[in-house]
């Protein structure tokens, strides 16, 4: 069932039981309203007549008679003392049967029977106490009841109107509350089906256009990993296939005998070199989707800083030498972060092998705690990185000049991440590139 529609039927029930509670309570009060007014007014009726009642002759009892013609008072008038019904305008038996069953001087009886009826009675009191002649009226409780019904009815008329009315309120309500989120439906089957062109803003507001926010947020998200699976996808196949397509073509200039001898052999070194290049290219393409996918790789353990860098110079060191390149350091004592070892010291030889191959004569790594954080700078003094490479350097398969296979700070970049940290690129004061990796301690 549609959620509007459940809104719709859940509110109908509600109002449909707090009108029938009502409706039940105000049907039975009507009633005791009803005969409390019809008693005072009987009492008042009486208090008129008293004044015609006070010379109690044949005389005005005729007026009396003449009186009661044509009206609706029903009454009678008892002498106490002598215990003579003096006059009624009801059957005789009646009130002789209500005379001999109740207590005629007791004004807390409201309601006497006669057979199936019921009369409410009134007796009027300053009368008796004049006269000792009791003067009661009475009415039948079916006229009362009468318009009880007719009360009641009307009632029902306009709690039916009412109930209609809020249902029709509460279905419009109920229907611009959930058509946004309708919308919204729509909007994530667009995501679904990867129709990311034809996303559109809805008309909605509160906690609907935050989720639409967060909506759209994700799908840009979306969008992006997508686009960036295809670049991955489409440059890993290109890597892969031009050293593929060397060796290929040595192997069957070889085999075919276009090179012999000395052509041959630079053929095989170079097949030698190119094979070597593709097991780097798959290895640290291995690595990066490890270290995409699994988290259980990472390791974290205290770490001192002093001792990353060392391993770190020491591993680079014959690189350095062959390159001619000096590798100075400037790191405090005593600082500390918390990752995985060798994973850093794998993302900070990556930068410090680039650093000295694109370096002039000098690589300087230095370290430094600043408001809660370490944070380790690598520059070198060559050309450093041009500005429009800068934005995608992290980036897998992006080369530069003199560039490998352009995954080697996408590595760095994914452990730096994973151990909470950032990298940066920039330019450094010696002239050539500078990165800088921060992590808090
Ligand atoms: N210190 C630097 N100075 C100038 N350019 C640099 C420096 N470091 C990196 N680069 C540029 O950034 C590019 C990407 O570097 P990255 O380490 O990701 O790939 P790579 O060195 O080409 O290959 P590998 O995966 O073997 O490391 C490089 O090709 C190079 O052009
Ligand atoms: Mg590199």
Do not use: C
């Not at 009726?45 to 044949?58: A, C, E, M, P, Q």
């Not at 391993?311 to 060191?317: G, H, I, M, S």
């Not at 994914?414 to 500078?434: D, F």
């Amino acid at each position: 069932m549609k959620l509007q529609y459940q809104l719709t039927a859940a509110f109908t029930a509600l109002l449909v039981v707090i009108m029938s509670v009502a409706a039940i309570t105000i049907y039975s009060l009507i009633l005791n309203l009803l005969i409390q007014d019809e008693q005072q007014e009987l009492e008042a009726k009486g208090n008129l007549l008293v004044n015609l009642l006070s010379d109690y002759n044949y005389e005005n009892i005729q007026k009396l008679n003449l009186l009661l013609q044509g009206q609706e008072i029903q009454l009678f008038l008892y002498d106490q003392r002598n215990e003579q019904l003096l006059f009624t305008n009801l059957p005789v038996p009646l009130v002789e049967n209500w005379i001999t069953n109740y207590d005629i001087t007791d004004d807390k009886q409201e309601i006497w029977k006669a057979g199936e009826e019921s009369f409410v009675v009134s007796r009027v009191d300053s009368y008796s106490e004049q006269t000792q002649i009791e003067l009661v009226l009475v009415t039948p409780l079916e006229d009362l009841r009468a318009i009880q019904h007719t009360f009641f009815n009307r009632l029902l008329v306009v709690f039916i109107i009412g109930i209609a009315v809020a249902v029709l309120l509460s279905y419009f309500l109920t229907k611009r509350l959930v058509t946004p989120l309708t919308r919204l439906k729509y909007q994530l089957k667009k995501i679904q089906n990867r129709q990311f062109d034809e996303l559109e803003e809805i008309k909605a507001s509160g906690e609907i256009k935050e989720v639409e926010q967060s909506v759209l947020e994700m799908a840009h998200e979306l969008r992006r990993y997508i686009q960036s699976q295809r670049q991955f996808f489409q440059n890993a196949s290109h890597e892969l296939k031009t050293p593929l397509m060397t060796i290929q073509g040595y192997a069957e200039g070889i085999r075919d005998g276009v090179f012999v001898k000395e052509d041959s052999d630079r053929g095989l070194d170079v097949m030698v070199d190119e094979i070597n290049r593709l097991k780097k290219i798959i290895n640290e393409m291995i690595l990066l989707a490890k270290l995409d996918s699994q988290e259980n790789i990472y390791q974290e353990e205290l770490i001192k800083v002093e001792d990353l860098i060392k391993l770190t110079v020491e591993r680079a060191l014959p690189l350095a030498n062959d390159q001619h390149v000096d590798i100075n350091t400037q790191v405090p004592n005593g600082m500390t972060l918390f990752a995985d070892k060798e994973k850093l010291l794998q993302a900070m030889l990556n930068i410090v092998t680039n650093a000295i191959r694109h370096a002039k004569t000098s690589v300087v790594i230095t370290a430094k705690v600043a408001s809660g954080s370490i944070t380790i700078s690598i520059a070198d003094d060559g050309k450093g990185v041009s500005e429009d490479l800068m934005p995608h350097l992290f980036h897998r398969f992006v080369k530069g000049e003199g560039g490998e296979t352009g995954l080697g700070l996408a590595i760095s970049r994914a452990i730096v991440e994973h151990s909470g940290g950032t990298i940066t690129v920039g330019k450094s004061t010696l002239g050539g590139a500078l990165f800088t990796i921060k992590i808090s301690d």
